[in-house]
């Protein structure tokens, strides 16, 4: 993930596009709110199971991020372990589809 990745989730945040931890993530892929999900690259097992599993069954793209502390500190929070894009356009503006950045 290179810095314009993170300047356009940034970007969401600041638009209120952006769903904020594991909890939130999952509850607004079940409502099919969410374009794209960035997972920390050091997520836990659980963001794995509960998160990343649920997103690929209902077809929502997983990029994987910067570790945790970092996702936290750009978004101005604690350690995150996901976010979800919810505006298509800003999804659609983030990462590269390959298996590299994929979760």
Same mark, same amino acid.
């Given at each position: ?8 989730? $940034? ?6 596009? =952006? %769903? ?9 892929? /079940? ?22 599993? =649920?997103?690929? @069954? /209902?077809?929502?793209? %997983? ?8 996702? @936290?500190?750009?978004? $101005? ?5 996901? %976010? @979800? ?9 983030? @990462? ?8």
């Amino acid at each position: 993930m290179n810095e314009s990745d993170l300047a356009l989730i $940034g970007l969401a945040m600041r638009a209120g596009a =952006l %769903v904020v931890g594991a909890a939130g993530v999952r509850a607004a892929v /079940k409502r099919g709110q969410v374009s794209l999900i960035v997972v920390a690259n050091d997520h836990s097992r659980r963001t794995e199971e509960k998160v990343v599993r =649920l997103a690929k @069954g /209902k077809g929502v793209r %997983v990029q994987l991020g910067p570790q945790a502390r970092e996702l @936290g500190r750009l978004l $101005g929070r604690a350690p995150v372990q996901a %976010v @979800g894009v919810t505006d298509p356009q800003l999804a659609g503006g983030i @990462g590269t589809v390959s298996a590299s950045n994929e979760a």
